[in-house]
């Protein structure tokens, strides 16, 4: 059964920087899926915030993180990765990744197959 595990959430102050990690175990073919990083605040919807498609391997960005996030895959250690730098207490919420076995570059959470359980950032002030 194909799973995913982020971690390296916790608490950070405004200004400092997080990486989250997403592990992959029992995926074939890894470099083919799209991932994406997904976060959802309290009384808020699920966002889309970077993805990284598994075709054209082409990156796109949430305008709220444009600059401040970057998203990276080592597909050799089935891992991604979301570099937070510059965090303000509005980027506070529950991170998600996730895989989409289309390939694409996209932010349509319903399309993607595959998700974490999820790892709590909190940005303090």
């Known amino acids: 059964q194909p799973r995913l595990v982020e971690s390296g959430g916790g608490v950070v102050q405004t200004g400092g920087s997080l990486r989250l990690s997403c592990a992959a175990s029992?995926?074939?073919?890894?470099?083919?899926?799209?991932i994406a990083w997904f976060r959802q605040a309290p009384g808020k919807e699920r966002e889309g915030v970077a993805c990284?498609?598994?075709?054209?391997?082409?990156?796109l960005y949430a305008d709220s993180v444009k600059g401040r996030f970057t998203i990276t895959r080592d597909d050799a250690r089935n891992t991604a990765y979301l570099q937070m730098n510059n965090l303000k207490s509005e980027d506070t919420a529950i991170y998600y990744c996730?895989?989409?076995?289309?390939?694409?570059?996209?932010?349509?959470?319903?399309?993607?197959?595959?998700w974490g359980q999820g790892t709590q950032v909190t940005v303090s002030s």
């Open positions: 990284f498609s598994g075709a054209g391997r082409q990156t």
């Open positions: 996730a895989f989409d076995g289309s390939g694409l570059l996209h932010f349509e959470s319903e399309k993607y197959d595959y």
């Open positions: 029992d995926f074939s073919l890894v470099e083919y899926y799209t």
